[in-house]
């Protein structure tokens, strides 16, 4: 087969004007056995109210990646050592400290996987979500509580103001993470990142936490980022994916094309691997084998070894980001292949 060449110099997921652009965006951490490349060469964008979901097994890169654009990557270890990340603009590795943290929080804002973890476990709710308004906006302690009672109301917390002098502990894991998002929303950022905002909570609450940011961020017309490892969380709201393996996107696609038709072996194996109403008493699928250590990448394709379809030139070559049709990309030497394969199916 004639392989399809690259498009130089395009980036994974660009889009006409985008709220922010990462580019080639590499990071590394320095350990007592060696270096690890969590990033490499990582470039997506995101549109005003666009969702773009970011996806893969554990250790990927996924947070990672979400730490260093948000600028609160623990470093050391960690190191950001290529790219760009331009919001707004401006690129945001390029601007000193005291303005990057005016960007967080007021134009950019996070949502933590571990709720219980990420909120102060010594200060009431309303406080923390008052604080915000205090420091950013020069609210008095009332205001910032009415503010804050407003926010909780806006998230469908039951009983706002009774609660809003309750501590973390105190609320349910799925309320919790309501907490989460309103804090995020308090200052109506440009963008936010959702870290696995729905891990550990069960599907009916995980539905409902997912509704109400697909909700708010239609609301406010905001650029969000979901990090995720879960398909099904993501195939009714997202508009593009991104797909990352061994601390490098291997396809991007929007996600109607990505579901009918993966352009990349681990996609594919990914969504064989979620559990079918129709096949039930079946053996679930599963991808084989286990991710590489970012410590010892393979050669070539990172993925070969546990590839069902690996070729000699998938060890020997690593592939670049293919363009696999119209805003689709793909790190597989064999993606056309890959492509008709799922059109015959």
């Known amino acids: 087969m004639t392989r399809t060449q690259p498009v130089p110099g395009r980036p994974a997921g660009a889009g006409a004007s985008p709220l ?11 350990t007592r056995d060696g270096v690890a490349t969590a990033v ?3 470039s997506f964008g995101v549109g005003e109210g666009e969702t773009l979901a970011v996806l893969g097994e554990s250790g990927c890169g996924k947070s990672v990646t979400a730490q260093s654009v948000m600028g609160i990557l623990d470093s050391p270890p960690g190191r950001i050592t290529g790219g760009e990340i331009v919001f707004g603009g401006r690129d945001l590795l390029k ?3 005291e303005e990057r943290r005016a960007v967080r929080g007021a134009r950019m804002a996070m949502i933590f996987q571990d709720a219980l973890s990420a909120l102060n476990p010594v200060l009431s709710v309303g406080a923390q979500l008052g604080e915000m308004f205090q420091v950013h906006r020069g609210a008095s302690r009332k205001e910032a509580r009415e503010r804050a009672v407003e926010l909780m109301e806006r998230v469908r917390i039951p009983a706002a103001r009774a609660r809003a002098g309750d501590y973390p502990h105190q609320f349910s894991g799925g309320m919790r993470q309501r907490i989460m998002i309103a804090m995020a929303l308090a200052l109506e950022p440009e963008l936010i990142i959702a870290d696995e905002p729905t891990t550990a ?6 539905a409902q936490v997912m509704d109400l940011l697909a909700e708010l961020q239609s609301e406010y017309r905001m650029g969000l980022i979901l990090i995720t490892h879960d398909l099904g969380v993501v195939a009714d709201v997202a508009d593009r994916i991104a797909v990352m393996y061994a601390g490098r996107i291997v396809e991007t696609a929007p996600v109607a094309e990505l579901y009918r038709a993966p352009a990349h072996p681990y996609t594919r194996g990914l969504l064989d691997s979620i ?7 079946q053996q679930l699928n599963a991808v084989k084998g286990l991710p590489p250590s970012l410590l010892r990448v393979p050669p070539g394709c990172s993925f070969h070894p ?3 379809s690996a070729r000699p030139v998938c060890r020997a070559d690593e592939p670049p980001l293919y363009e696999a049709g119209a805003g689709r990309t793909s790190a597989c030497h064999f ?11």
């Not at 559990?275 to 008493?281: A, F, H, S, V, Y």
């Open 20 to 30: 922010l652009q990462v580019r080639d965006l590499s990071v590394e951490f320095r």
């Open 40 to 42: 490499d060469g990582v």
């Open 95 to 97: 601007m000193p400290e």
């Open 201 to 206: 909570l069960d599907v009916t609450v995980q």
């Open 275 to 281: 559990p079918r109403l129709d096949q039930k008493g």
């Open 306 to 308: 546990r590839c069902p």
């Open 335 to 345: 993606w056309k292949e890959l492509l008709d394969d799922e059109c015959a199916e």
